[in-house]
C-alpha cells in the first residue's frame, strides 16, 4: 500500500517534541496550542508506523471525551497528512483482509484503531472499568492528563505498557509515553507535574546536540555526493555511530515542557504580551499568558469546592450504538447516565450583551447534579440558548423546566428585544413544546451570605451539595474554580471585574465569572425552593 508523502509544517516547540524524541514526553500548554494535532498526531503516527502489529494504547479520562475531543483532532490531522480512514486505518471493527495482523490481535475491535501495516491502538477510556485488562502495550498516549485518575493509570494501565521487546527492543521509543494536558488547576490532576524533576536538561542539550551533528555530517555527506566525490567509510561508520548513541539517549529521557505564550514571542510579537498584561486580570496573565501554576484558591469565591463534587457520568450502551462516525448532534442526553427522565430539569441563568447562560441540574437525595451547562455568545441570544437546551434535552421524558429567576431577569431587553428576559425563556420554551414552572427569588442574594450558603453546601451542612458532571461543564467548573474575592469596606464579593473586558483567546467569555452567577441562581432555588414541593414527581412520572 503506497503511503502519504506530504510536507508538513510544524512550529518550534512541536518540531522540538519530535525532535528529541524521548520516551516519556510530558508536554503542558494551554488551549489552541495544537497538543492533540500538531504533538499526539504525529506521535501515535510514528509508532504505529515503525513498529509495525504493535499495540498501542490512547487513554482519555471519560469515552465521551475520546469520541469528541481526542480521536477528532487525530484523525483530522491524519487526513490532512494523506491518512484516509477506510483506506489506511479503520475504528471499530475488524479491519479488511488485506491489512497485515497484528503481533497479538485484539479479543474484539470494538474500540480499536487499525493500521494497514498491523498496528492497533486500544483506546482506554478510565470511566469504563476493564479497559486495560489483558493488554500488552508497546506505547502510551495519555491525553487531558489533569482529568485523569492517577491510581487507576498506575495500577490499571501503566503496568500493561511492557511491549514485545522481542519485536521492538531496538526502538528507543518502545515502551514511550506522551502525556498531553493544559496546567491543571487541582492538586488531583497535577500528578505529572512532577516529570520536571525527571528530566535531566543535560541529557536532553545533548539530545539536541547530538541530533546537530547528525545533520550536519548528513550535510556534508550530501555535498561531497553533489560534487561527485566519493564519501569516506569513516562520515557512515560516525552516523551509525551517532544514531545508536542518539536512539540509546532518547530510550532513557524524559522531556518536560510547560508552553507559555511567550514561547511564540517571535509570532505574536513582543507588544501582543505587554497588551495582553495590560488587559487580562492577573489570574488569567499567570494561566493563560505565562502558564503558571494554579489551584483552587483558598481565597476564592468557592473555596469550599473539592475535586470530589466532580463526577463523570456516560451512557456506554448509547454511545457504543453510535460507533466511531457519528453526527455531532447524536452527543445528546442519552449519552449521560446522571439524568432523571421522568423528573423535571431545574436551571439558573445569567444574562449579559455578550454572554447568556443556562446551568441546568437535577436534585437526588441530598446531591444537587449539575447535569449540563449551555452558553451562546455575542450575536447569539435567548432563543438560541433555549433552542440548544431544548435539542440537547429533545429525549428527555418529562418536558418541564423549573426555572430560578431574580430581578435580574426583570425589566431589561438589551440581550433579546422589547419584552424582557423571563419573559423570552418562558415563551421560548414554551413554543418549543416544554412547560416552564417560574419560580421567583426575589432581590439577588447579598454576595457575602451566598458565599457563605454556597460554600456551606459544598461542606454537607445544607440540604443539597453540589456535584458536577465534569464532562458537560468543562468551562463552568474552570470558571467555578478561578473566581476570586474582592474585599471592601461593606465586606467582600466576588471578583467580576474581567467581565466587561474584551474577549480574547486567552481571556474567553465562557471562563469569567457569568456562568457561576447562573449556577449560584440554580442553586439558591433548589435549596431554598425544592421542586419536588412545587411540582411532586411519582415513580410512574408527574402527579
Not at 151 to 170: M, R
Amino acid at each position: 500500500m503506497s503511503k502519504p508523502n506530504k510536507q508538513i509544517y510544524f512550529n518550534e516547540p512541536q518540531r522540538l517534541t519530535q525532535l528529541i524524541g524521548a520516551n516519556i514526553s510530558v508536554i503542558v500548554a494551554g488551549r489552541r496550542t495544537g497538543k492533540t494535532d500538531s504533538i499526539a498526531a504525529p506521535f501515535v503516527l510514528r509508532n504505529m508506523q515503525r513498529m509495525p502489529g504493535s499495540t498501542g494504547g490512547i487513554v482519555v479520562p471519560t469515552f465521551k471525551h475520546g469520541l469528541t475531543n481526542t480521536l477528532p483532532g487525530l484523525f483530522a490531522a491524519w487526513k490532512r497528512w494523506g491518512y484516509i480512514q477506510g483506506v489506511h486505518y479503520v475504528v471499530g471493527r475488524k479491519p479488511p483482509k488485506s491489512f497485515a495482523k497484528p503481533i497479538i490481535e485484539p479479543s474484539d475491535y470494538e474500540h480499536v484503531i487499525s493500521f494497514y501495516n498491523g498496528s492497533v491502538a486500544v483506546i482506554i477510556s478510565q470511566d469504563r472499568p476493564g479497559s486495560s485488562n489483558s493488554l500488552t502495550l508497546s506505547w502510551l498516549l495519555i491525553d487531558e492528563a489533569k482529568f485523569i485518575d492517577y491510581e487507576k493509570l498506575k495500577d490499571e494501565t501503566f503496568p500493561a505498557n511492557g511491549g514485545i521487546k522481542s519485536y521492538f527492543g531496538k526502538h528507543s521509543f518502545n515502551h514511550s509515553i506522551m502525556i498531553l494536558s493544559d496546567m491543571p488547576q487541582t492538586q488531583k490532576g497535577s500528578w505529572f507535574l512532577h516529570y520536571k524533576d525527571k528530566m535531566d536538561e543535560e541529557l536532553i542539550d545533548t539530545i539536541k546536540a547530538t541530533i546537530y551533528e547528525i545533520w550536519k555530517t548528513k550535510e556534508r555527506v550530501r555535498r561531497l555526493k553533489s560534487e561527485g566525490k566519493a564519501v569516506p567509510k569513516y562520515l557512515k561508520r560516525y552516523l551509525r555511530t551517532l544514531d545508536t548513541n542518539l536512539n540509546k539517549m532518547r530510550s532513557v529521557a524524559v522531556y518536560y515542557k510547560e508552553y507559555s505564550s511567550i514561547e511564540n514571542l517571535q509570532l505574536l510579537g513582543e507588544n501582543y504580551i505587554k497588551q495582553m498584561k495590560r488587559d487580562l486580570t492577573p489570574k488569567t496573565f499567570q494561566t493563560s499568558i505565562l502558564c503558571q501554576r494554579i489551584g483552587i484558591a483558598k481565597d476564592g469565591f468557592y473555596s469550599s469546592m473539592r475535586e470530589g463534587h466532580k463526577y463523570n457520568a456516560s451512557d456506554f450502551e448509547y454511545l457504543d450504538s453510535l460507533g466511531y462516525d457519528f453526527a455531532p448532534e447524536a452527543m445528546d442526553c442519552r449519552a449521560d447516565k446522571d439524568i432523571n427522565p421522568l423528573a423535571p430539569i431545574c436551571i439558573g441563568m445569567d444574562y449579559n450583551a455578550n454572554i447568556n447562560w443556562i446551568v441546568a441540574g437535577q436534585p437526588e437525595g441530598r446531591r444537587l447534579n449539575i447535569i449540563k451547562s449551555f452558553y451562546v455568545k455575542f450575536e447569539r441570544k435567548i432563543p438560541a440558548l433555549v433552542e440548544e437546551f431544548c435539542n440537547y434535552y429533545a429525549h428527555h421524558q418529562n418536558k418541564t423546566v423549573v426555572y430560578y429567576y431574580d430581578t435580574t431577569a426583570l425589566g431589561a431587553n438589551y440581550a433579546v428585544n422589547e419584552q424582557d428576559f423571563h419573559w423570552v425563556v418562558c415563551h421560548e420554551f414554551e413554543k418549543r413544546g416544554w412547560q416552564v414552572e417560574d419560580v421567583y427569588l426575589g432581590n439577588p442574594m447579598r454576595h457575602d451570605e451566598k458565599y457563605l450558603l454556597i460554600n456551606q453546601g459544598f461542606a454537607g451542612k445544607q440540604r443539597l451539595m453540589p456535584f458536577f458532571n465534569r464532562q458537560n461543564n468543562d468551562d463552568l467548573i474552570l470558571a467555578i474554580q478561578t473566581a476570586g474575592v474582592v474585599r471592601g469596606r461593606n465586606g467582600f464579593r466576588k471578583d467580576k471585574g474581567g467581565e466587561k473586558l474584551d474577549e480574547t483567546e486567552e481571556n474567553l467569555l465562557e471562563h469569567r465569572t457569568d456562568g457561576t452567577d447562573a449556577f449560584d441562581t440554580l442553586y439558591i432555588g433548589a435549596e431554598k425552593f425544592p421542586y419536588k414541593e412545587i411540582y411532586p414527581v411519582s415513580a410512574s412520572g408527574v402527579l
